[in-house]
């Protein structure tokens, strides 16, 4: 899958073992790395598992259209599908094997 960022920073940081961790913490960036390594190697977003550990998730309300992927506690690496327009079905739904490019939003704890 071809992966963007939100920010410069967030992509410097994404693409050094130590920035991440020096971010994030070794436990966190640890995880980050893992997910970010799926998500890369996924052909297209249905290819990412739904089921614990990624658990690709798609959000609600003020975040829709956004998804996330399970690290660590409460914290979820976030992203969008980079794409325009956005695949939908026609029950309004994004067309998961069609998501070939996301955009990392961050690391985000929004519960």
């Avoid at 992509?11 to 130590?18: A, C, G, I, L, Y």
């Avoid at 980050?32 to 890369?40: A, P, S």
């Avoid at 003020?62 to 660590?72: Q, Y």
């Avoid at 992203?79 to 094997?97: A, E, Q, R, S």
């Amino acid at each position: 899958m071809n992966i963007t960022f939100k920010t410069k920073k967030l992509e410097r940081t994404f693409n050094s073992e130590r920035e991440l961790i020096k971010e994030y913490g070794k436990v966190r960036g640890c995880a980050i790395k893992r997910r970010m390594m799926v998500l890369k190697a996924a052909p297209t977003l249905a290819d990412v598992s739904h089921l614990p550990p990624e658990r690709r998730h798609e959000l609600s309300g003020s975040r829709k259209n956004e998804f996330a992927v399970d690290l660590i506690s409460n914290y979820r690496l976030v992203f969008i599908p980079n794409h325009n327009p956005l695949p939908y079905d026609d029950d309004k739904g994004i067309i998961l094997t069609k998501v070939d490019s996301i955009k990392i939003l961050g690391v985000i704890d929004y519960h």
